[in-house]
């Protein structure tokens, strides 16, 4: 019988295997992914630091199912030594921790590296990228992954002289293809400026076709904060990694400084729960397994309050009307739930819904101002959407246009691309959301159509009362 020799394999490889996970598998599909992974991750470095986005993308075909596809954003530029990593190792970066949260458009350290892996795969071309921190200088890099390793491989590098702060990424891409219609490039910038109205967004087509998109309001939205790990979300192996990565000098600080809703005057309360042996003064690092569990099921015996809600950067009822109403919606209301703590995480759903006066309706679905394009079947957001009862509403569904967006340090995806939401949480947080939209709606709709009722009423007791009359003048005639 037949066997493979026995390896160890990277998430290089694994992804290298599994393209279709990081969503590279269609070629429609492919090219926007690729557009969304680099914008996204432009949009992320602007929101944290509270910059106006100024995104442009050029996308150029360059052969039969090839496109360079180029993205320029003036964000606070990527630090050099951690560019080799960004593109070419998966798993890098600033976005995935397993203790604290961030919400941000990116969440895992795979999408910058997917993007290059893919374009190596399909064309053999590395990622190129200049990027400047301060204005006044710029470095080169062209870097592909090596999947045996998970290690960026570093072709080029050189310094420049630049003229502006910002990051320029080029890919060469194979097995795409560019579409204008509502799958296209195009249509994801108009849904991710829509979430986004704050931004400045430019997409060159292949045909050499500008699209703009303006800031439509002033005002920036205030940066996420870390999401903090709560006392009752630890267990000893949390704890423990939380000991090894501390620069706290003792079990006490790392307590008080490292997690949400624990303060010092909590202190005294957790020692009297816990053995006598169990020192709150030695070095974290020095903390072992026994005490670290002791420590858990203290602070599972005490009460605190949920994880706080202001980590969120949520768009906003209004920004989110004004998004529907752009697209030709008259009638809108929105909804912002309030946020919902669970465990270890924060969620907040928001809705918009707006009746189209003209065509069909449709559904927007977002995680963390972000769209998502694909594979909406299977997404709670969806799911949600369809739960509802729209007649109840007096409303039609096939004419509604429904935004709905998730904010969270932690968005339940399905999976690496993104493109899914999986949660029963999400699912109920949307429906009760698009509820309280579609009454707000419907009330305004049973409101315009009594006034319409009435109006017509009148029109016809005015068009009655001038023929009695003439008639009562040619009886009093007589």
């Not at 420049?160 to 249509?187: C, D, F, H």
């Not at 303060?263 to 070095?283: A, H, I, Q, Y």
């Not at 009423?457 to 023929?467: N, S, V």
Request: hydrophobic share 35%; aromatic share 6%.
């Amino acid at each position: 019988m037949e066997r493979l020799r026995w390896r160890e394999a990277s998430p290089a490889e694994f992804f290298e295997r599994n393209r279709e996970m990081l969503g590279f598998d269609g070629p429609v599909k492919s090219l926007v992914m690729v557009v969304h992974e680099l914008v996204t991750n432009a949009m992320d470095a602007c929101h944290l630091h509270r910059i106006r986005p100024d995104v442009r993308v050029h996308v150029r075909r360059t052969g039969e199912d090839t496109y360079r596809v180029r993205v320029r954003d003036n964000g606070p530029g990527i630090p050099p030594e951690r560019v080799p990593s960004v593109f070419g190792k998966f798993l890098a970066g600033d976005k995935f921790d397993p203790v604290y949260g961030l919400q941000s458009m990116g969440q895992q350290g795979i999408g910058a590296a997917g993007v290059a892996l893919y374009a190596y795969m399909t064309t053999g071309e590395p990622v190129r990228v200049l990027t400047s921190t301060d204005g006044r200088t710029a470095h080169y890099f062209e870097v592909h992954p090596d999947p045996s390793e998970n290690e960026p491989v570093v072709l080029r590098r050189e310094r420049r002289p630049a003229t502006e702060r910002g990051t320029l990424v080029e890919v060469t891409v194979g097995e795409a293809r560019y579409e204008s219609g509502r799958r296209g490039p195009r249509e994801y910038l108009r849904r991710l400026h829509a979430a986004n109205p704050h931004a400045r967004l430019l997409l060159r087509d292949p045909r050499d076709r500008v699209h703009r998109w303006t800031p439509r309001v002033e005002e920036l939205p205030e940066p996420p904060r870390v999401l903090k790990p709560h006392p009752h979300s630890l267990d000893a192996h949390k704890l423990l990694r939380l000991a090894e990565r501390t620069n706290r000098r003792t079990v006490r600080t790392l307590l008080t400084e490292e997690l949400c809703r624990f303060s010092r005057e909590r202190l005294n309360e957790l020692r009297e729960k816990l053995p006598e042996d169990v020192d709150l003064e030695k070095d974290p690092r020095e903390l072992t397994r026994r005490e670290a569990e002791a420590i858990v099921e203290a602070l599972r015996r005490m009460r605190f309050m949920r994880p706080p809600s202001n980590v969120l950067s949520p768009i906003g009822e209004d920004a989110l009307k004004a998004a529907v109403r752009a697209e030709g919606c008259r009638l809108v209301a929105a909804v912002s739930r309030d946020p919902v703590t669970t465990r270890d995480n924060v969620l907040q759903v928001e809705v918009a819904v707006g009746l189209v006066e003209e065509g069909g309706g449709d559904l927007w679905r977002y995680a963390n101002r972000a769209p998502l394009m694909f594979r909406s079947g299977g997404c709670s957001i969806t799911q949600g959407v369809e739960d509802v009862d729209y007649h109840r509403y007096d409303l039609d569904e096939e004419r509604l246009l429904i935004l709905a967006n998730v904010n969270s340090p932690f968005v339940p995806f399905s999976g690496p691309s993104k493109q899914e939401i999986g949660s029963e949480l999400v699912r109920e947080e949307v429906k009760k959301a698009v509820q309280h939209a579609c009454r707000r709606l419907g009330r305004e709709v049973r409101r315009l159509r009594r006034e319409r009722r009435e109006r017509e009423r009148l029109r016809r007791i005015r068009r009655y009362r001038a023929i009695a009359r003439r008639k009562a003048r040619e009886i009093l005639g007589r």
